[in-house]
């Protein structure tokens, strides 16, 4: 299916584990991004990706690290997952003119 | 850092209002502006995109201004309706590769 998926939907996981979300585009979009979205501070960019084997830290990127091997995949590593990653974290692609597509969000809560 | 602000944060109608949103940004230095749409526990939807260099972009019943100048935007939603209940977001993407969103307006429109 054409568009950018996220997986998995939801996760639970328990603190100090280390959990991949991924991210999946399918339109070559050269840059891809991640933001976590929580009540009270919106959405924050935490990485993002300008080609593949090209990255940058955004706003939050403390605890987390990215990979982008090829360009339709941009996973995100929580190294060792504390309670204050809990979050919705969305995924998103685009070229530098055109619009910005998101996923679905994964919810991923830290117990 | 670009710093992107949106107000009112809520904001309460009368269904067939017509109703202006607005958003502004600290860094005139944008390649493009776009709108969102998120529904509660959903992902982003795109609305609109304006490039630096339009004035305006319209979809339906949706029309978007940009005044890079000033470092503003707007989006009009005419005759509103229910279904456009919901938080709108508007996102800016500069020179800086990063791709920065405002906090959001949460529009409900009343029956």
Known sequence: DAGITQSPRYKITETGRQVTLMCHQTWSHSYMFWYRQDLGHGLRLIYYSAAADITDKGEVPDGYVVSRSKTENFPLTLESATRSQTSVYFCASRMVSTEAFFGQGTRLTVV | ?111
């Open chain 2, 1 to 111: 850092k670009q710093e992107v602000t949106q107000i009112p944060a809520a904001l309460s109608v009368p269904e067939g209002e017509n109703l202006v949103l607005n958003c502004s940004f600290t860094d005139s230095a944008i390649y493009n502006l776009q709108w969102f749409r998120q529904d509660p526990g959903k992902g982003l939807t795109s609305l609109l995109l304006i490039q630096s260099s339009q004035r305006e972009q319209t979809s339906g019943r949706l029309n978007a201004s940009l005044d890079k100048s000033s470092g503003r935007s707007t989006l009009y939603i005419a005759a509103s309706q229910p279904g456009d209940s919901a938080t709108y977001l508007c996102a800016v993407w500069g020179n800086g590769n990063q791709f920065y969103f405002g906090t959001g307006t949460s529009l409900t429109v009343i029956p």
